[in-house]
């Protein structure tokens, strides 16, 4: 494999998850990553790991929120491998955004914007800088359901998605005229890899495709953005769900249940 063969890619919260994943799968088809997470130690593993495999990797500790640790990101970067042609945005705060809005307060709500939508936007605009001035490059943001619908006790996180979805439109066309695509990823219901047998069983039934998604399954999608098969591709979204989003009802309240549907031999 080598759709991304020769080419230098940052993945930002790659320490765990999605983000390792991505990472992984980048190095397999024959990209140099940056694994960069906010906690170092996870980061190295998963660099570690790479380089285990034949890949070509560095860790590098960044939070996101902060923008020296940006700028340092970014020529950590250049320094160890020249250039910066993918950057993906995928940092950001999930388990820890959950909080009734009466509940919270002004400083957790910009504890998750900055975390969320403002990592977005400082690391987007900081590979933007360098992409614009070397031939072009593709940033993808990394988006959520919680965007064009609501998660309850999350008003802060859906607000930083539904931002983020805004700013991934907002930088494709101020940098289209610089060959710098930008497009977005939407997971959702993706399983965290620790997560339980019996939390995998509730999500499946909430699903059409019937399973809870798994990490690795935004990395073939974030292959395709990345490649030059999505040349043409900007602006736009593409959502990894197994189907939550377009359906109408939850199985719960559905008047048609798939108990229902035949059985085919």
Known sequence: MSKLAGK???????????????????????????VTDIDGD??????????????EAIAVTTDVSRKDQVDALIQATLDA??????????????????KHVLEADVEFFD???AANLRGHYMCSVAAAHH???NGGGVIITTSSGGATRAHRGMT????????????????????????????????????????????????????????????????????FLASDDAAYVTGS??????????????P??????VTNFPTLS
């Open 156 to 223: 802060a996180y859906d607000a930083s998605k539904g931002g983020i979805e805004a700013l991934t439109r907002a930088l494709a066309l101020d940098l289209a005229p610089y060959n710098i695509r930008v497009v977005g990823l939407v997971p959702g219901l993706i399983a965290p890899d620790d997560a339980p047998p019996e939390a995998l069983g509730k999500t499946a039934a909430t699903v059409p495709l019937q399973r809870a998604g798994k990490s690795e399954d935004l990395a073939g999608p974030a292959v």
């Open 252 to 257: 719960e309240i559905e008047t048609f249940p």
């Open 237 to 250: 979204f593409v959502v990894v769900d197994g189907g939550v989003l377009f359906q109408q009802r939850s």
């Open 8 to 34: 230098v890619a940052v993945v930002t919260g790659s320490g765990r998850g999605i983000g390792a994943a991505i990472a992984t799968r980048y190095a397999q088809e024959g990209a140099k990553v940056v």
């Open 131 to 133: 992409m614009a001035r």
């Open 81 to 98: 491998f020249g250039a910066i042609n993918v950057m993906v945005c995928n940092a950001g705060k999930v388990r820890d955004a959950v």
């Open 42 to 55: 996870n980061a190295n593993a998963v660099a570690e790991r790479i380089k285990a495999h034949g890949g």
């Open 111 to 113: 504890s998750v914007i």
